[in-house]
């Protein structure tokens, strides 16, 4: 507590007393508080004796004291266990009157039965009156829920009793209507009771489905019972104001509909005549009103938007179903399609909300059905092409199909199934007029059309080259798309993935003939690079032009009958104009982004040509001296500089490749090709920058020379080499040291003293053979102890080498 506080406490503020007469009351309040608490903690104790006795109380004041546990509360509450009493003797006594009409019946006679079975009922639905008048409720429900069951065991009495003539699917059709209207007059008059009701819209569920097997009415009878049922099931739940008779009256909505419109989807699928699938598409479009007439009355938003779909589904499946009927075999799929574009057309301000979008998805999904039923058709169609990959310049196919189909089995129905996607455009583009769903209606129906233009001439089976124009038009037809200025930026990127995918799919289908490929590769190319001229677009149609550069190149060669050398040669004309062009892009405003891909296809270009060359090595190293020669152009930009090294290392490989050919061995003549350019760029580099260390500028092109010379000179039996190496070593060890130099003399000094010992070796390993064994151990002691004697000067000698080393670049 802090000290303002305590002398706010403290008695008679008005006179500040001096610090030891102030001392003195704050102890005697301490003492007075501590005294008053021994107090209250005794008081305490004593109450937890009364409240919960204890053998040895603890009355010592504990600081961790906590409050004591509560009872454990009942896991039941009163009116629960009540009801399960309740419940529980309704059942038994249920199950007792089961037994004694089932098994005691015998031993009374009409009368008697009639008399006790009359009594008990009438006595227990007279009950509940009594019970809801003393404000027993739940008592009430039990006895009436028995009440219920008697007179479901009344009915069945009856029959057994003396109406075993009735044939028993039509007695229990009736019994069951009679039963509803029952309970049901029950339930309206004792509007207390919860299950009559319900019990009676149960029993309803009956009738008409058992009347209809009794009369025989056949499929369509059966269905028509079930619908019917669903239906009224769905008028109550839809007015019913209780929550548990609304609850029935939905499962029985749900699950008799279910029921019904599957029977009748089945009908209308196996019909065989116009007459059947009339009948079936009527049942059909009574379902389809029950769904409807829901979603329309339907409160809830969520109920609208499951049953209106399922509404549309079902006159779509009636009217679908009719027409396939009367139209040829395989217009089944065109059929359906046409229902469920109806469904699209649906009235906007008609029709609530939920109901019309619920419609809606119901087209979108019967159009999704048929696109789908197309699928494989185009498909074959744009894939088929590939196994021409296989069989280059095999001959001219028959037609277009052929040309597709040579590893591919043809759909069955193609041109009817191609009907959909057409459709499907033109409705895209006729009706989607939002702002926002526009644009991706568009580039969808821009698809279709693409898919369907490309897919016509295999369907028709036209000829060969009547495909291939047909094919060319559609991909040059979505290259001007994509130049176009008009279009939205979503539709022309669609057309250019269907340009790219196109031009793939025709210069496959193209690989058939000669004549072909060579025209199909010069259209493409000259199509994409003239494309190219869009800014958007040039990221992917110039790449894709030199692309296609490359197969012609690549065709042109094979065509000629060239060996793969010199068409290596005519593929490197494309990473000459990818250069060029990405030069150009670098300049030119908006196409900067475009200079990467252009790069990577003329390097990958370049590659193809190395490859190309590889068998022979003459020409293979003029190929990588062309390729360098492109490199070293495309580092002159600023912005490329870092692909000088590419073109060094393309240099350096031409040139080994030539030695190579010419069948030297001798490192130095591989070596020193690499190291006078990396000793000049070296020195440029330190005249430009002084801060660059000699490691950096020097070390790499010494390395390359000393390093192979120094391993060749240990496997060589000749002189010449140990000596020019030697020399070549002191001079660069010399040169380092009159320019303070660290690589220099470090490599040099190195080279020169392992190539010392190489020579000096002959005369070390002859000296050591003469001389005696104890010689070298006597050798190494004296070592030793010069080493130890003069070990601080040794030291000092090394450090001051360092420190020279040091002060060098």
């Not at 006679?109 to 079975?117: E, I, K, Q, Y």
């Not at 008799?256 to 065989?272: E, I, K, M, P």
Request: glycine share 10%.
């Amino acid at each position: 507590m802090p000290y303002g506080v305590i002398r706010a406490t403290l008695p008679d503020m008005t006179h500040v007393p001096p610090p030891a007469e102030e001392l003195r009351l704050l102890d005697a309040e301490l003492w007075r508080l501590d005294a008053r608490r021994a107090q209250l903690l005794a008081r305490r104790a004593w109450l937890l004796t009364v409240l919960r006795p204890d053998p040895q109380p603890d009355t010592a004041p504990r600081s961790d004291w906590r409050p004591p546990v509560a009872p454990p509360r009942p896991e039941a509450a009163a009116p629960g266990v009540q009801n399960a009493l309740l419940l529980l003797g309704g059942v038994l006594l249920t199950l007792a009157a089961m037994v004694f009409t089932l098994v005691s019946w015998g031993h009374l006679g009409m009368t008697g039965r009639c008399a006790v079975l009359g009594a008990l009922t009438l006595a227990v639905l007279a009950a509940p009156v009594a019970l809801l008048r003393r404000g027993l409720r739940s008592t009430a429900e039990s006895v009436a829920g028995l009440g219920v069951a008697l007179t479901a065991l009344d009915a069945y009495a009856l029959h057994e009793a003396g109406l075993t003539a009735i044939d028993g699917t039509a007695y229990t059709a009736l019994a069951s209507a009679v039963l509803a209207a029952l309970w049901a007059g029950y339930g309206r008059a004792l509007d207390a009771l919860r299950l009559p009701l319900p019990a009676a819209l149960a029993a309803a569920q009956l009738p008409l489905l058992l009347g209809a097997i009794a009369v025989d009415a056949g499929a369509y009878g059966v269905t028509a019972a079930l619908l019917v049922t669903a239906g009224a099931d769905t008028v109550v739940a839809l007015r019913a104001a209780t929550r548990p008779v609304r609850y029935v009256a939905l499962g029985g909505a749900c699950g008799l509909g279910a029921w019904g419109a599957s029977a009748a989807g089945w009908l209308s699928w196996t019909a065989t005549g116009p007459g059947a699938a009339a009948r079936a598409a009527a049942l059909l479009c009574l379902a389809a009103a029950i769904a409807l007439g829901a979603a329309w009355q339907a409160r809830l938003p969520s109920v609208a938007l499951v049953a209106a779909p399922v509404g549309g589904l079902l006159l779509v499946a009636a009217g679908g179903g009719l027409l396939r009927t009367l139209l040829p075999d395989g217009w089944t799929v065109p059929a359906w399609l046409l229902c469920g574009l109806a469904l699209s057309a649906a009235p906007r301000g008609r029709l609530p909300e939920p109901v019309r979008v619920g419609l809606l998805r119901a087209s979108g999904a019967v159009q999704g059905v048929a696109l789908a039923a197309a699928l494989p058709v185009v498909a074959v169609t744009s894939a088929g092409a590939l196994g021409r990959a296989g069989r280059v310049w095999s001959g001219a196919p028959a037609d277009a199909r052929a040309a597709v189909t040579a590893d591919l089995p043809w759909p069955a129905h193609a041109p009817q199934l191609l009907i959909a996607p057409a459709l499907i455009a033109v409705v895209l583009v006729m009706l989607v007029r939002d702002e926002v769903r526009r644009p991706r209606a568009l580039a969808g129906a821009l698809v279709l059309a693409w898919g369907t233009a490309f897919a016509l001439p295999a369907v028709l089976a036209l000829p060969y080259a009547a495909g291939l124009w047909a094919q060319g038009a559609v991909t040059a037809a979505a290259l001007a798309a994509v130049a176009s200025g008009r279009l939205l930026a979503p539709v022309r990127l669609t057309a250019l993935v269907l340009a790219v995918a196109g031009s793939l799919s025709l210069a496959f289908l193209a690989l058939a003939t000669e004549t072909a490929t060579l025209a199909v590769l010069s259209v493409l190319t000259v199509l994409f690079a003239a494309a190219s001229g869009r800014r958007e677009a040039t990221a992917v149609t110039a790449p894709a032009a030199l692309v296609q550069a490359a197969a012609l190149a690549c065709a042109t060669g094979a065509a000629a009958d060239w060996p793969t050398r010199y068409t290596a040669l005519l593929v490197l004309v494309v990473p000459v104009a990818a250069a060029g062009l990405a030069a150009l892009l670098a300049v030119r405003p908006g196409t900067s982004g475009a200079r990467v891909p252009v790069e990577v296809t003329g390097a990958a270009a370049a590659l193809l040509a190395v490859g190309l060359a590889v068998t022979e090595p003459a020409f293979l190293a003029l190929v990588l001296a062309l390729t360098g020669v492109i490199a070293a152009a495309t580092a002159v930009r600023a912005d490329r500089r870092p692909v000088g090294r590419a073109a060094a290392a393309l240099f350096v490989l031409a040139a080994w490749v030539r030695l190579a050919s010419w069948g030297v061995g001798a490192p130095e003549a591989y070596a020193l090709p690499v190291t006078v350019p990396a000793l000049c760029v070296g020195a440029l580099r330190r005249r430009r920058d002084p801060s660059v260390t000699s490691w950096t500028a020097y070390g790499p092109g010494l390395g390359a020379t000393l390093l192979p010379s120094l391993a060749a000179v240990w496997g060589d039996p000749q002189a010449t080499r140990p000596l020019l190496l030697g020399a070549a070593a002191l001079l660069v060890t010399v040169v380092g040291a009159r320019h303070r130099l660290k690589a220099p003399l470090v490599l040099g000094g190195a080279t020169l003293v392992l190539d010392c010992l190489h020579e000096l070796a002959p005369y070390l390993a002859q000296m050591a053979g003469a001389l005696p064994r104890w010689v070298p151990p006597a050798l190494a002691g004296l070592l030793l102890l010069a080493l130890g004697a003069t070990y601080e000067r040794r030291i000092r000698d090394v450090r001051r080498v360092r420190e020279v080393l040091g002060r060098m670049d």
